[in-house]
């Protein structure tokens, strides 16, 4: 009889699988180390935001473009500035920032921020070049950032004027050695020549460019320049309209056509035509003024045109209250003062065209610039100021506050003392050449010579605060 060994029907032994066991160990010990990893920041967790930018450098130069005729100019240099970190060895996204930056630079406020701002756009157009020197448009843009750094404003050494000048003439013929059909690099190379006093050139690199290209606002902008300096105001005035249609809200370019019709008032005999004239500058600053008001760029530069053009039209009270509206933008700008110092002696306001031309001359404390603007309103900021040196710009300033020092001078209440100092000053300069600057020294000097003679200002033989007019004209 076979009896056979019982078997398991209903359940299995246990056994140890080799396998299995190596795929959990494997996969436990992976999961430890993948908790290590994010912890310490080997390993990225899933849906991480990258870390390389969303936007491509064309989106950003296309964006700035767009800011760009809008008349945002900041805004339009951050998004250039953009899309030069996005590519940074696209010499042409450097020398189309270094060609807002340029133009931004008529927009500042004072001559510091203008200073720095051209140099930032010098720094700009350098390194396109140094990128591709080779590159037209890069050696087009460099030339205009050299010509416009070259201003004798911000640059008094006459030498590094030239040097400047000379520089970027190389760099504007080298752009139409590498490229003839350059539009931009005629248009910056005839504005450079302009620069360098050699107008009929000029007029014949402007024309070449007009021909090529009368679509850019650069080339239209460059016209009116040339025509300026050529005494074509008129004709001036239609080239910055051509250009303002082009870019309407870059506001130096109504400023400047405005101050052409201003010109062409000023030259006009017949009183009802210079009314006219007048009107139009007038409503191209207000029209500059709105403009920044809706960008909110804070220009004194529509006021301060404003001013001038109804002083022109013998209108000092309104002049007056546009310096002041300047002085709101800048209250440390010494010569706002000057300007409003200036206004108030025509206006026959001597006392306080004393204070403001003290402000603008030696400088004056928070207290005294409210005093020397009229006082300070609800808008105003109290500011130390810093006074002026002697220059041919500011000479006109001297003369007016050294001529009312010493009108307003009495026996018993003197300014001789101060005046003098002015005169002398004026005297040991090289600016004293003017014969008109000159009198008004003469008269300052009898004044105060005869004045201890008198007996009180305006008596017969001494002149009065009335009496004495300036014969310089600013």
């Not at 004044?447 to 009496?467: K, Q, V, Y």
Request: aromatic fraction near 10%.
């Amino acid at each position: 009889m076979n009896i056979y060994q019982k078997r398991d029907i209903f359940r299995r032994r246990g056994e140890i699988n080799v396998y299995r066991m190596f795929f959990w160990t494997t996969l436990i010990l992976g999961g430890i180390w993948l908790i290590r990893s994010v912890q310490s920041g080997d390993v990225k967790p899933l849906f991480y935001p990258t870390p390389t930018p969303t936007r491509f450098a064309l989106s950003y130069a296309l964006e700035g473009d767009a800011q760009f005729t809008a008349g945002e100019l900041d805004a339009a240099i951050t998004a250039y500035g953009e899309a030069a970190k996005v590519d940074p060895t696209n010499a042409k996204l450097l020398a189309d920032l270094a060609r807002i930056q340029t133009y931004s630079s008529a927009m500042m406020v004072s001559d510091a921020d203008t200073k720095v701002r051209l140099a930032e756009a010098l720094a700009s157009a350098e390194q396109a070049v140094a990128l591709s020197p080779d590159d037209s448009y890069a050696q087009s843009v460099y030339a205009f950032v050299l010509d416009w750094n070259a201003n004798p404003v911000l640059v008094p050494d006459e030498r590094e004027v030239q040097r400047l000048l000379t520089k970027a003439n190389g760099a504007a013929v080298r752009a139409l050695q590498l490229d003839p059909n350059n539009t931009r690099a005629l248009a910056f190379y005839a504005e450079i020549l302009v620069d360098q006093q050699k107008w009929t050139n000029a007029q014949q690199i402007i024309d070449q460019a007009l021909e090529r290209d009368p679509s850019l606002m650069d080339v239209h902008r460059v016209h009116a320049y040339v025509l300026e300096s050529l005494g074509e105001y008129a004709l001036a005035i239609e080239a910055y309209d051509r250009a303002i249609n082009i870019a309407p809200n870059l506001t130096f370019l109504h400023i400047r056509a405005g101050a052409n019709y201003r010109i062409l008032a000023f030259n006009s005999p017949n009183e009802e035509v210079q009314t006219q004239l007048f009107e139009k500058s007038l409503e191209y600053f207000d029209r500059a003024a709105t403009i920044n008001d809706q960008l909110g760029i804070n220009d004194p530069a529509p006021y301060l045109s404003i001013a001038k053009t109804y002083s022109q039209m013998g209108q000092f009270f309104i002049a007056i209250r546009n310096v002041q509206k300047t002085i709101e933008f800048q209250p440390d700008k010494a010569e706002f003062y000057g300007e409003l110092g200036v206004l108030y002696h025509k206006n026959r306001n001597y006392e306080t065209g004393i204070l403001a031309l003290k402000c603008a001359i030696r400088g004056c404390n928070q207290d005294e610039s409210c005093e020397g603007r009229g006082g300070c309103g609800n808008s105003d900021v109290p500011a130390d100021v810093s006074g002026l040196p002697l220059t041919s710009n500011t000479v006109y300033y001297y003369d007016i506050y050294a001529s009312e020092l010493a009108a307003l001078s009495t026996p018993s209440k003197s300014y001789c003392g101060e005046a003098l100092d002015i005169a002398s000053e004026i005297e040991a300069s090289e600016f004293d050449n003017d014969p008109n600057i000159a009198a008004d020294i003469v008269v300052v000097r009898t004044i105060c010579s005869t004045l201890n003679d008198a007996p009180a200002a305006g008596a017969e033989g001494t002149p009065s605060a009335t009496d004495i007019v300036p014969t310089a004209t600013p």
